[in-house]
């Protein structure tokens, strides 16, 4: 799964530490998540979106071997 969470953040001049804590995750979750190296949890992504003010879609999407 992709997503633009570090261009988000970037935006929003946070750093991973504060978005982590504003997510209640470690920065370490942060910089998985940002290189896909971690598909979040359902409560984790519902807790990003509501951040970001967006649906979970328009922040994850599926790569392209997924079955949406």
């Known amino acids: ?3 633009d969470l570090r261009a988000r953040r970037a935006e929003r001049r946070w750093s991973q530490a504060e978005l982590g804590t504003a997510l209640g995750v470690s920065r ?12 979040p949890s359902l409560p984790l992504a519902f807790r990003i979106a509501a951040l970001f003010e967006c649906t979970i879609e328009e922040i994850f999407t599926p790569d392209e071997g997924d079955h949406a």
């Open 1 to 3: 799964m992709r997503n």
């Open 28 to 39: 370490q979750t942060v910089i998985a998540l940002e290189n896909d190296k971690y598909d």
